[in-house]
Nanobody, 116 residues
Framework: QEQLVESGGGLVQPGESLRLSCTASPIIFHSYAMSWHRQAPGHQREFIAS???????NYPDSVKGRFTIFRENAKNTVYLQMNNLKPEDTAVYYC??????????WGQGTPVTVSS
């Protein structure tokens, strides 16, 4: 069964950075766009970044300029570099297969808490 394995979440202070990673099987990673989403307490899950097989990226305004998604093909891994984190970025972050708001496969989620 295909799985996405995420890591990198944790507790950081406002203004700090964090990098999340998501590793997929080679078949998945080299066949599909990948994306990141997040779900804050009491909110719906929201799309925050995607990257196509050719490296084209897409972000909503809420994270544009602070978050960067990139792929490392040799490791079958997609990353989310998050800079200048804010308390409102606190959420569980999920990796997904596909570029839209409803991925065909989800990771297990990794929690990020931004607090002083």
């Amino acid at each position: 069964q295909e799985q996405l394995v995420e890591s990198g979440g944790g507790l950081v202070q406002p203004g700090e950075s964090l990098r999340l990673s998501c590793t997929a099987s080679p078949i998945i990673f080299h066949s599909y766009a990948m994306s990141w989403h997040r779900q804050a307490p009491g909110h719906q899950r929201e799309f925050i970044a995607s990257i196509s097989l050719t490296g084209k990226t897409n972000y909503p305004d809420s994270v544009k300029g602070r978050f960067t998604i990139f792929r490392e093909n040799a490791k079958n891994t997609v990353y989310l570099q998050m800079n200048n984190l804010k308390p409102e970025d606190t959420a569980v972050y999920y990796c997904g297969v596909g570029s839209g708001p409803q991925p065909s496969l989800w990771g297990q989620g990794t929690p990020v808490t931004v607090s002083s």
